[in-house]
């Protein structure tokens, strides 16, 4: 794992990203250096990026070799730039999520290198999923809703609790040493065995079930992919503790959402925090609004004055890594056969 900082404006130290896959292989040969296009609308912030690692920014052509893709909505305006200049051997992606993308790495990432933004974003993401695991744990959703003084007394500490972390990447990182003053017990869940730095014990995705009766917190920061849609259902939330706290940062695709309301209904476990839900956004009248276990944030972990230089940043290292030629200092590189 690497770190750098990033000034956000916000305080002296800004937000760094916390890099998880530096020197790892290209799943391509290296792209052909040349002209980068920034699209749909090109910011300033993204142009000096470029420019500062002695790249090139120009209009789309036949010339263009690099692609930053600023539109994380848009997987049709990608497509069609793509379809359009297929000199185009290298594209930056705005999120650390690229399953809006995934039809296009699939039919793209034998010939383009696609790179995201995973990592990048991971203190201010990891920050608010410690916010929602605080916020359940205390009982904010309930205390933010209520209109008269409570007499009884509600809310457990996460002072040595057991807690299961979904994901191993930047922000699954991050919030593990967030975690690290409480002194919990932390249990990983991740496609592979290999152990994670900070975290008790790392099990593969197939052991989900046997570590979640012990759970107090499940926090969910894995990769959206057909592998992992509806990861959380029916079975899992019968499998938690009536007191677990449930907490998802990542896509709400994820998590079943009847299953989770029935969850919170019943009683199956005592809270959720979501900044992502399924569908989104999530619509008005939809029962997780009024069910009092529920604290929804509208996939605003972190905010467009927090990213903005995260992102500006990742595209200075990435074009620096494609006008070497070599293959080398990419990060956030998207494997097309795993989709993330």
Same mark, same amino acid.
């Given at each position: ?43 300033? *912030? ?27 909505? #848009?997987? =049709? ?38 790179? $995201? ?9 990891? &920050?608010?999923? *410690? ?22 007394? &509600?809310?457990? $500490? *996460? ?32 496609? $592979? ?12 995705? #197939?052991?989900? #079930? &046997? ?31 009536? =007191? %677990? ?56 972990? #972190? ?6 230089? *995260? ?9 620096? %890594? ?19």
């Amino acid at each position: 794992m690497s770190t750098s900082v990033v000034g956000n404006g916000a305080g002296a130290r800004g937000h760094r990203a916390v890099v998880t896959d530096a020197g790892a292989a290209l799943p391509i040969a290296p792209p052909t250096a040349g002209p980068v296009a920034i699209l749909p609308t090109a910011a300033e *912030l993204h142009v000096q990026a470029v420019t500062d690692a002695g790249g090139t920014v120009a209009p789309l052509d036949a010339d263009t070799r690099g692609l930053v893709w600023l539109d994380p909505r #848009d997987p =049709s305006g990608l497509a069609e730039a793509l379809d359009s200049t297929p000199g185009v051997g290298w594209v930056q992606l705005p999120f650390a999520g690229v399953d809006a993308f995934a039809d296009l790495i699939a039919a793209h990432g034998d010939r383009v290198l696609f790179t $995201s933004a995973k990592g990048a974003y991971a203190e201010p993401v990891a &920050e608010h999923a *410690l916010a929602l695991t605080l916020g359940t744990l205390r009982v904010l959703q309930k205390r933010a809703r209520a209109r008269s003084w409570a007499t009884e007394p &509600e809310g457990v $500490s *996460l002072y040595g609790r057991n807690v299961v972390v979904i994901g191993a990447g930047g922000i699954a990182l991050e919030y593990i040493r967030l975690l690290a003053p409480f002194e919990v017990s932390v249990t990983v869940v991740r496609r $592979s065995a290999s152990p994670v730095e900070g975290a008790d014990r790392t099990v593969t995705t #197939d052991q989900l #079930d &046997e570590v979640l009766p012990d759970a107090d917190v499940v926090m969910i920061a894995a990769a959206m992919t057909s592998g992992t849609a509806k990861l959380f259902g029916p079975r899992q939330f019968e499998l938690m503790k009536s =007191s %677990a706290r449930l907490v998802n940062i990542a896509r709400g695709g994820l998590v079943d959402t009847d299953a989770l309301v029935e969850a919170l209904r019943s009683g199956a476990i005592a809270a959720a925090g979501l900044d992502v839900t399924d569908p989104e956004p999530l619509p008005d009248g939809h029962p997780l609004w009024d069910e009092p276990g529920a604290v929804i944030t509208p996939h605003q972990a #972190d905010t467009p004055e927090m990213v903005a230089p *995260l992102l500006a940043e990742r595209v200075r290292v990435n074009t620096a %890594a494609f006008l070497g030629g070599a293959g080398e200092g990419f990060v956030g590189v998207v494997d097309p056969a795993a989709g993330y």
